[in-house]
């Protein structure tokens, strides 16, 4: 149980063009999703929550105009980078926040999505 | 462009031996741990969770302790295997259910 799916795990674009990013809770029902940032050799950097049927919040410095989020329903949340440029180049990483085994909800990650912008 | 990428502690181990992978939190109105691991190119995998009320936790060759006095939670893994072989985050959260990840500790396991 407990898994997360991401498409597409691997996206190649242009400069000023953008690409979407949707993430699936595939077992259960996430009201909450988050989504993070991953340089290499770094931790995990979170970007937003994403809660279901409201508007998602983003951490400071997240420019929330160049990541679009939306989390249409229990299963799915998506990130939409608008405009991209090559220092949007990384890897994006959503998790969704569901029943975990000691009676606290745990995050859950999906496989990641490398986004390379030429 | 992106940041310069971090040297990431090392941990190396042979294979069959424990491994003990350390974190040190800084919140201490965290209440809730979790430890991950990833491999490279994939997202982060739950390996196990502990609540403040608790100071150990065991599950499948995996054991968290949780300290608080001292502010540290660490990762045993027994008889230590080549698939074990990632990089290992600890994670801490609160009621807000956003979580602050560790800098994370690369495992090597030697054949």
């Known amino acids: 149980g407990a898994v997360v799916s991401q498409h597409p795990s691997r996206v190649i674009c242009k400069s000023g063009t953008s690409v979407?990013?949707?993430?699936?809770?595939?077992?259960?029902?996430?009201?909450?999703?988050?989504?993070?940032?991953?340089?290499?050799?770094?931790?995990?950097?979170?970007?937003?929550?994403?809660?279901?049927?409201?508007?998602?919040?983003?951490?400071?410095?997240?420019?929330?105009?160049?990541?679009?989020?939306?989390?249409?329903?229990?299963?799915?949340?998506?990130?939409?980078?608008?405009?991209?440029?090559?220092?949007?180049?990384?890897?994006?990483?959503?998790?969704?926040?569901?029943?975990?085994?000691?009676?606290?909800?745990?995050?859950?990650?999906?496989?990641?999505?490398?986004?390379?912008?030429? | 462009g992106e940041s310069v990428g971090l040297h990431l502690p090392t941990l190396s181990v042979q294979e069959g031996d424990n491994s003990i992978i350390n974190c040190a939190y800084s919140n201490s109105a965290s209440d809730y741990f979790i430890w991950y691991k990833q491999e490279s190119g994939k997202g982060p995998q739950f390996i196990i969770d502990i609540r403040s009320n608790m100071d150990k936790r065991q599950g499948q060759r995996v054991t968290v302790l949780l300290n608080k006095t001292v502010k540290h939670l660490s990762l045993q893994i027994a008889a230590t295997q080549p698939g074990d072989s990632a990089v290992y985050f600890c994670a801490e959260g609160s009621g807000t259910y956003k979580y602050i990840f560790g800098t994370g500790t690369r495992l090597k396991v030697l054949a």
């Open chain 1, 20 to 118: 979407k990013i949707e993430c699936r809770s595939l077992d259960f029902q996430a009201t909450t999703m988050f989504w993070y940032r991953q340089f290499p050799k770094q931790s995990l950097m979170l970007m937003a929550t994403s809660n279901e049927g409201s508007k998602a919040t983003y951490e400071q410095g997240v420019e929330k105009d160049k990541f679009l989020i939306n989390h249409a329903s229990l299963t799915l949340s998506t990130l939409t980078v608008t405009s991209a440029h090559p220092e949007d180049s990384s890897f994006y990483i959503c998790s969704a926040r569901g029943g975990g085994t000691i009676g606290i909800d745990t995050q859950y990650f999906g496989p990641g999505t490398r986004l390379t912008v030429l």
